[in-house]
């Protein structure tokens, strides 16, 4: 296809500035003079241009022009569509480069560009990955204003080649406002920032927090080219937050062009950033969408999510007050106790509960935080975070006399030194801090001591120095549930089969005892989701008539949060009792498993695994 003059004009100027920075003049002369004094014979001093090009060849000068036209002209070949509305949930997909003509006058956006890493100095000695084959991986996670990105998954190197672009728009909080223009002014009051998060995934699927930095946008208000490039060095989390783990090239710029350059003078934990932050700042009420129907599912979903303590300083078994900002704690798919309460805590306000994080210990003085709401009616629940189960709190009453009956509690928590949500802080100033004498009359402040209300406001509102950017919109489930059950089943299988063969023993399956094993499953996840125990009669009917008479049943079920056969199975064999059921003999014996994988928002998943056998009785 032929190229416009001005095209045309305009790609000759670029070759003819990459030919001038690679220096191939010079480069040509030097190839020149060597071929003529080192291939020349003296009685035939002329020199082809078919020569001279096959030495240019030869020393791989040809190549190099080349490859580095090749990347001009493709970054100056590409074009991007742009949508108008604003993005207000999660992208997946390849993020394109801005088409500049295209943009919609009536909004104000920030194009931030990945332009590649380096320094990544744990990756120094890593090899290159073949064609196919599995390696680790870097993703960088976005969130800005309700916007949540991923770039593509890139190998782990020395210099990962991160190359994505996001675009975020700017856009007005006050109702009516959102699709209106923001001048320079206006969103330099913005005071979100933009929250990177790197989540390293190893060639199994785990997934480990690199770093999490906090960029802050509005330099691009300030650059008189509206272009701001800057070096992000990211520095590692917990311990290792002084460590750098790599830098970063980040590219910022405004479309629409600013009209107006402003000028350039214009109670509490730490983060993985190591920044300290109020307890009240890691609270917002988050709406699940059609995520989650109920506050049970919820507290389901949050119990699902992998448990990690923080690490600790210099060893030895104290504990380490990390807390995980929210989009961390859901990239990475995992946290410490309080990032599960504060998720479940944020959610259930988003259900209009009165809901608190409660700070206390358990068994043996162990730190530990658990969620709690208050009912209309004067009821107290206790929501324990990494279960999903649910305590009704009845208080007992020391001075009453001994033949009183008191109530004897059933949940795991011992002592509670402080509530708190996005609008409270309560200290308990009570004679005991024992949760089972406690009174949850919060109005009472000789029990309940509260923070002021302007002193919480003054310190974890919008635009605070310590505040957080409102909390990240959950996203749906990539994971085929019935897809994932049947992998793992047959995976459960052959591992079964393989551990009696080594015992020399044969396996024969039943399919049909397979299957009526799904009943029970489902009813373990809906009790507990709901805490209701349904369809027990209707499973145990089944497996009667399944199993003939002078035979016997053993089933053994058991539950994960993860994916991993092999890991699972290795797990079960602890079990003597499923080891007895695995390693089974005797007459007739036929085995059976079932896998049903339960999947909810993040990719989170509950996993049931149930392995069965039948035999005949021999006395």
Same mark, same amino acid.
């Given at each position: 296809?032929?190229?416009?003059? $001005?095209?045309?004009? !305009?790609?000759?100027?670029?070759?003819?500035?990459?030919?001038?920075?690679? =220096? +191939?003049?010079?480069?040509?002369? !030097?190839?020149? /003079? %060597?071929?003529?004094?080192? !291939?020349?014979?003296? %009685?035939?001093?002329?020199?082809?241009? =078919?020569?001279?090009?096959?030495?240019?060849?030869?020393?791989?000068?040809? $190549?190099?022009?080349?490859?580095?036209?090749k990347v001009v002209t493709d970054m100056n070949d590409q074009e991007v569509t742009l949508d108008p509305k604003p993005s207000t949930h999660f992208v997946d997909r390849q993020p394109p480069v801005l088409k500049k003509t295209n943009i919609d006058p009536t909004r104000r956006y920030l194009y931030l560009q990945v332009l590649g890493g380096k320094a990544f100095l744990e990756h120094l000695q890593e090899p290159e990955p073949l064609p196919g084959q599995t390696c680790s991986t870097f993703t960088l996670y976005l969130l800005f204003r309700n916007q949540r990105f991923r770039s593509k998954p890139v190998p782990c190197a020395c210099e990962p080649d991160f190359h994505d672009g996001f675009l975020l728009e700017v856009h007005k909080d006050s109702l009516g406002d959102g699709s209106k223009m923001m001048d320079a002014t206006t969103m330099l009051s913005i005071c979100d920032p933009v929250h990177m998060v790197l989540i390293k995934t190893d060639m199994f699927g785990e997934t480990s927090l690199i770093a999490s930095y906090f960029l802050e946008w509005r330099s691009a208000l300030v650059a008189e080219n509206r272009i701001t490039n800057i070096a992000v060095e990211l520095l590692g989390v917990g311990t290792e937050s002084k460590v750098s783990v790599g830098v970063l090239n980040i590219r910022l710029e405004m479309y629409p062009q600013l009209n107006k350059i402003l000028s350039q003078e214009i109670i509490n934990t730490q983060d993985e950033n190591r920044i300290n932050r109020p307890v009240c700042s890691y609270i917002r009420p988050l709406r699940a969408g059609r995520l989650l129907d109920t506050p049970r599912q919820a507290a389901r979903f949050v119990s699902v999510l992998g448990y990690e303590r923080a690490p600790v300083i210099g060893g030895g078994s104290g504990k380490q007050e990390q807390w995980c900002t929210l989009l961390a704690f859901l990239c990475r798919n995992k946290g410490d106790c309080e990032d599960h309460a504060n998720l479940l805590c944020s959610l259930l306000l988003g259900y209009g509960l009165k809901a608190f994080v409660c700070v206390g210990t358990k068994a043996k003085a162990v730190p530990h935080a658990w969620v709690m709401t208050c009912g209309t009616d004067g009821i107290i629940t206790f929501w324990e975070s990494l279960t999903g189960h649910r305590y009704i709190h009845s208080p007992i009453h020391p001075d009453d006399p001994p033949l009183i009956e008191q109530p004897k509690p059933t949940y795991p928590y011992r002592t509670i030194g402080c509530i708190f949500n996005n609008q409270a802080f309560l200290a308990n100033c009570q004679p005991s801090d024992a949760v089972e004498v406690c009174a949850f009359d919060l109005h009472d402040e000789s029990k309940w001591k509260p923070m002021s209300e302007e002193a919480i406001k003054s310190v974890c509102a919008p635009g605070a120095t310590t505040s957080l950017p409102p909390l990240p919109p959950l996203c749906a489930s990539t994971i085929d549930a019935a897809s994932a059950s049947n992998e793992i089943e047959l995976q459960s299988r052959i591992l079964v089969s393989e551990y009696r063969k080594d015992l020399g023993l044969t396996? @024969?399956?039943?399919?049909?005892? *397979?299957?009526?094993?799904?009943?029970?499953?489902?009813?373990?996840?809906?009790?507990?989701?709901? *805490?209701? *125990? /349904?369809?027990? !009669? %209707?499973?145990?009917?089944?497996?009667?008539?399944?199993?003939?008479?002078?035979?016997?049943?053993?089933?053994?079920?058991?539950?994960?949060?993860?994916?991993?056969?092999?890991?699972?199975?290795?797990?079960?064999?602890?079990?003597?009792?499923?080891? %007895?059921?695995?390693?089974?003999?005797?007459?007739?014996?036929?085995?059976? +498993?079932? +896998?049903? +994988?339960?999947?909810?928002?993040? *990719?989170?998943?509950? @996993?049931?695994?149930?392995?069965a056998c039948k035999y005949r009785s021999v006395l």
């Open positions: 296809m032929a190229l416009l003059p $001005d095209k045309a004009s !305009e790609l000759k100027q670029i070759i003819r500035q990459q030919l001038a920075k690679m =220096d +191939v003049h010079g480069r040509i002369r !030097e190839v020149l /003079a %060597e071929t003529i004094r080192d !291939e020349i014979v003296p %009685e035939h001093q002329q020199l082809s241009t =078919d020569d001279l090009m096959k030495a240019l060849r030869r020393r791989g000068i040809i $190549d190099d022009v080349m490859k580095e036209l396996t @024969v399956w039943d399919d049909q005892l *397979s299957y009526l094993l799904s009943p029970a499953l489902a009813a373990y996840e809906l009790e507990r989701t709901t *805490s209701i *125990s /349904a369809g027990n !009669e %209707e499973f145990q009917d089944a497996i009667r008539r399944a199993v003939p008479d002078g035979h016997t049943f053993k089933g053994f079920p058991i539950h994960f949060v993860y994916r991993n056969a092999r890991r699972a199975f290795a797990t079960c064999l602890r079990s003597p009792f499923c080891e %007895e059921i695995i390693c089974c003999r005797g007459d007739q014996v036929r085995l059976a +498993v079932r +896998v049903r +994988v339960f999947a909810y928002p993040e *990719s989170a998943c509950a @996993v049931w695994i149930m392995f």
